[in-house]
């Protein structure tokens, strides 16, 4: 459906043809489906995904069901209906809608680009990026820090966390189609775009400083060997980088190539990890020479695996500091999820491909890890002539070498440099062929460099598709079959060459581990908070995830983020936050059904089922408004004091009532909706569009008065404008209005009308501008048909003057100058509460005792910013000769009620009869009902009751008298309202209203339900 100028208008709907509904082939083109299923044509459409998709599908097209009003209407209509299978897809969705390339359903177009599967797409890439240097440089050391015992602690706890982070995405990414951006776009997609705004950022910062460090540790075992052979080009710092910057660039080349370049790189230097990982194992089992028994390695041996099972920390180490230098080895698991936009069936392959590298990875860690336990000493001499001497006492940290006949106890007073803890290149020496070990080394760096080098950037594109941070948007572009991030590319080659040049990565690195933790941890939190929240849209696939268990690993994460770095855990929230922060002030426009809505959902349900099982107090009451603004744009000055009142503290209702034939009205009222909302939400009114259709004003008007709200959070105030043509609007209107009012009192609302001399009703000025904007809109695209490249301007192409041809058809001529004046004012007058108000008074004419609300209302507006500068002065009724003890009574009870005033103003000579004017005679003179009158019309004034109510009538005839004298230039004239009792003429009551608030600043008339509001208790 689209709204098209207030007239709801479906793509699927054709009302030209005259007869009724005859369902005949050759009228349209009818499903085969719909036939064979039910045996005849019918307007109903059996279930396809079809109509599933989303507005702005990328495949162009979409199937339209049939609305439930044409089903509902279809034979009282006078033609037929024909619904097409299909519609050409405009941009926008049902309900105006922008187009949103993140569109869950969408078949994405196959442009021929290369599409992995679960081993090439993830399991792959996932062992190559968990497989790291670690494997063949830190391990040993590890193990002979913490002895196997921890050390199989170690490497289980690194992958309880892994793999409880693995379960949590397999459930999130089988709940729904996944499309690129990896760790991104689950997280944006599950907890909202301030979430995944904020990590999706980090993220791909993290992966391209990542690629500096895996360049750096190649760089770095390149010139060693360079050193070993004595021919460096420049120094050590100097070679690294140059290494370093040349292996960037190659890696940027086999990546711009394509993804099909990548993958058979990775192929590569997979089997070359695995010949090397292989190699150690085979080593472990060649008989060792008397060289190698000298460094510490032996063939499998009983003593030795049992003395390397207790832990031996040394130089200040401890299990955590261990586990620290780890763990970053295992935060390769979103290696294929990031990738995501380039996996034939991502929700297939992620699952299957992360928890399976998860699980080989672990025991292929565990299983060298175990065989170098076996088979290596913690310290060694290197001395092959260290041998046990008859005589001489062998003892020192390598017993079991001292019966395998090596004596290593001078390891004890000096350390020696070989052995577990003291040489990290065990692997080479245990090895049965070293070289291969280097070459894995290489294997293990450039993999997980060429990883993160294609994870930036198309992590980096997904964020900036979503034009979460607008400035980004540039990024967005993709190029060739797989919509390659060739921006993305280029820019993380530069932060990678900065950090390789100039970077710190020492310093780096912790930071970086803690990115990436942060990642894992809101995976867990977005899982657990789906399964929280209940949402029936949560229906995941895969099963095997518990919501306890993935909050657990959150925790867990996040307590590893410190432990690793106490300082880089901080750090990590801290940009976190602000990034946080900055999206939520920014709020993008974008709706992507997260679970933050659905737990938002639920706690706002929880809390009003709270609410209704406990009774009101009266410190507790705030008012909570119905205002009767009819659209949310026509009545803007009732609306802001509204507002006002309530803010974000108190519940406020702008309502419309649709009057006319059901059909009509409902058709408005829906088109409407959304739309008042929406502007509502863009001008930062904190209140809630409401609207009924009926066939009488006063009838819709009761049915908001009685059905508004949920539970305790319902209206207990009726604002409502002050009719200023009620003079010329007839019986009924005139009816109408003060029967709303007479209602309003039958049901206990407290009851304002808000009086303004220019008025408050600027909707002719509002369908104006609307029809501006929509004439304007048609000659754009007019002239846009008109240019030669169909609008898009070139970069040096002057943009053409448009014609103001649609505008001189649609739009009628400007208004006269006293029309134009008129509006100006209105216009002016309409902003007056939306703005600051400058320093005065708000005079309170507190009258009659109605429980307070003539009281609480303005010391809450006081309590505004807005009207901070606005100081309250109070008026009383006092008897004549007693004004001193009425004022001092008056002080007493402000004073307990512990609001403030400036001045307290005891009036005496209000019954003092007003001065001779005609203004009221004037009024009501066509509506009275003179005796000699033959005319018999009940809703006139009679000579009898104007008769009866004289002393009320010159009452407000003298208040006003009085407001003139004493608050004329207040900023607002707050007064007790006359109450409209049953039995008095509507148009005698209407002329009560008027006299008193007639040429006055803007007036409040207010009435409570005489039920206090105030209350001097604690």
């Known amino acids: 459906m689209e709204s098209n100028g207030g007239e709801h208008v479906n793509n699927a709907y054709d009302s030209t043809l005259d007869e009724p509904p005859h369902y005949e082939e050759a009228s349209r083109a009818v499903r085969p489906s719909v036939v064979s299923a039910f045996g005849h044509d019918t307007l109903d459409r059996v279930p396809n995904i079809d109509f599933y998709r989303n507005a702005g599908s990328v495949s162009g097209h979409r199937a339209v069901r049939p609305s439930l009003q044409e089903l509902h209407e279809v034979f009282q209509k006078n033609g037929g209906i024909s619904v097409p299978d299909t519609v050409a897809d405009d941009g926008e969705g049902s309900s105006g809608t922008p187009y949103d390339p993140d569109l869950e359903s969408a078949v994405p177009i196959d442009k021929g680009g ?39 602690v170690v490497i289980v706890l690194s992958c ?123 080593g472990t089992f060649i008989p060792v020479t008397e060289s190698k028994k000298a460094t510490g390695i032996f063939n499998y041996n009983s003593k030795i695996f049992l003395e390397n099972f207790t832990p031996d920390f040394r130089h200040g180490e401890t299990f955590f500091s261990v586990f620290a230098i780890f763990f970053p080895a295992a935060t390769g698991i979103l290696a294929g999820a990031n990738i995501s936009g380039d996996l034939r069936d991502p929700q297939a392959a992620i699952p299957k491909g992360t928890l399976l590298a998860i699980l080989i990875t672990g025991v292929t860690y565990l299983g060298i890890a175990l065989c170098v336990s076996a088979t290596v000493v913690r310290d060694a001499t290197g001395n092959i002539n260290d041998t046990v001497t008859p005589g001489v006492p062998c003892t020192g940290p390598s017993i079991a070498a001292c019966e395998l006949g090596y004596n290593f106890s001078s390891c004890a007073e000096t350390e020696c440099e070989f052995g577990l803890i003291n040489n990290v290149q065990v692997m080479t020496l245990v090895s049965g062929f070293g070289p291969l070990i280097i070459a894995g080394t290489f294997s293990a760096t450039l993999s997980s460099a060429l990883a993160s080098l294609v ?85 995941p696939a895969y099963k095997y995830y518990n919501m306890w268990l993935s909050l657990l690993g959150a925790l867990l994460c996040c307590v590893v983020m410190f432990v690793i770095n106490w300082w880089a855990a901080l750090l990590t929230y801290g940009i976190e936050i602000l990034l946080y922060i900055y999206v939520t002030v920014k709020k993008p426009d974008v709706n992507w059904g997260s679970s933050t809505q659905a737990v938002t959902f639920v706690s706002a349900v929880g809390n009003a089922l709270s609410l209704s099982g406990v009774n009101d107090h009266v410190k507790n009451f705030r008012p909570q408004i119905l205002a ?42 829906n088109s409407g909706m959304e739309r008042n909302q929406l502007w509502l939400r863009k001008t930062k009114r904190k209140a809630f569009y409401a609207a009924v259709a009926c066939d009488e004003f006063r009838q819709g008007a009761e049915s908001l008065l009685q059905a508004s709200g949920l539970g305790r959070m319902k209206p207990n105030t009726l604002m409502i404008g002050f009719k200023r043509n009620w003079r010329t609007a007839g019986t009924e209107g005139v009816q109408t209005y003060v029967g709303i009012l007479h209602d309003a009192f039958d049901f206990e609302y407290g009851t304002l009308i808000l009086r303004m001399d220019q008025g408050l ?16 809109k048609e000659q754009q695209a007019l002239d846009n048909e008109a240019m030669p490249n169909g609008g898009k301007k070139g970069m040096f192409r002057k943009s053409r003057k448009s014609s103001t041809h649609v505008l001189a058809t649609r739009v009628c001529a400007p208004p006269t100058p006293q029309v134009a004046k008129m509006n100006e004012k209105l216009l002016e007058a309409s902003a007056q509460f939306k703005k600051k108000q400058p320093k005065g008074t708000i005079d309170v004419w507190w009258l009659f005792d109605d429980g307070g609300l003539t009281l609480l209302l303005p010391y809450i507006l006081t309590t505004r910013k807005k009207w901070k500068d606005s100081k309250l002065r109070i008026f009383i009724a006092g008897q004549p000769g007693r004004s001193d003890l009425d004022k001092q009574e008056m002080k007493s009870l402000l004073q307990k009620f512990r609001i403030n005033c400036t001045d307290i103003n005891v009036i005496d000579d209000i019954h003092i009869p007003p001065r001779a004017d005609r203004k009221l005679d004037d009024m009501i003179e066509p509506f009275r009902l003179h005796e000699e009158s033959k005319d018999s019309a009940p809703w006139k004034i009679t000579d009898e009751e104007l008769s009866t109510f004289e002393e009320k009538t010159n009452l407000q005839i003298r208040l006003n008298e009085l407001l003139q004298e004493n608050s004329k230039s207040a900023n607002l004239i707050v007064v007790s309202m006359p109450i409209a009792r049953k039995g008095v003429s509507d148009f005698l009551y209407m002329a009560w209203l008027d006299i008193l608030t007639k040429d006055l600043p803007p007036t409040l008339l207010i009435r409570g339900n005489h039920k206090s509001v105030l209350t001097f208790y604690s």
């Open 628 to 669: 009767l603004t009819g659209g949310a744009r026509n009545r803007p000055a009732l609306l802001d004091l509204a507002h006002s009142f309530s803010k974000n503290y108190g519940l406020c209702l702008t309502c419309e009532v649709f009057v006319g034939p059901r059909s009509e009205a409902l058709e408005e009222m």
């Open 114 to 152: 290369v599409k992995f599967g679960w081993i090439r797409g993830v399991l792959v890439r996932c062992m190559l990026n968990i497989w790291g240097v670690m494997l063949f440089i830190r391990l040993s050391w590890i193990f002979g820090h913490a002895g196997w015992g921890l050390g199989i």
């Open 761 to 776: 009703d600027v909707s002719h000025l509002v369908e104006a501008e609307v029809e501006m904007l929509k004439a304007a």
């Open 160 to 282: 309880v966390v892994t793999t409880i982070t693995g379960l949590s995405m397999s459930a999130i990414c089988t709940n729904g189609v996944v499309r690129g951006g990896g760790a991104y776009y689950l997280i944006s997609r599950s907890l909202g775009p301030e979430f995944g705004g904020s990590i999706g950022l980090i993220f791909a910062f993290a992966n391209a400083v990542a690629v500096s460090m895996y360049v750096v540790g190649f760089a770095e075992t390149v010139v060693d060997l360079l050193k070993d052979n004595d021919v460096l080009m420049v120094d050590e710092i100097n070679d690294i980088r140059i290494v370093g910057c040349i292996t960037v660039v190659l890696l940027l080349g086999i990546s711009v190539a394509g993804m099909e370049w990548e993958a058979k790189a990775q192929i590569v230097l997979l089997i070359i990890l695995l010949v090397a990982i292989v190699n150690v194992i085979v």
């Open 455 to 539: 994870s930036a950037p198309k992590v980096f594109q997904a964020l900036c598709q979503d034009n979460i941070y607008k400035i980004l948007h540039f990024f967005a572009k993709g190029y060739g079959k797989n919509n390659e991030p060739i921006r993305g590319y280029i820019l993380t080659f530069i932060i990678s060459v900065a950090f390789i040049l100039v970077g710190d990565l020492d310093t780096i690195a912790p930071i970086i581990s803690n990115f990436f933790l942060a990642s894992y941890a809101l995976i867990n939190f977005s899982c657990f908070h789906a399964s929280y929240a209940k949402s029936p849209g949560w229906r």
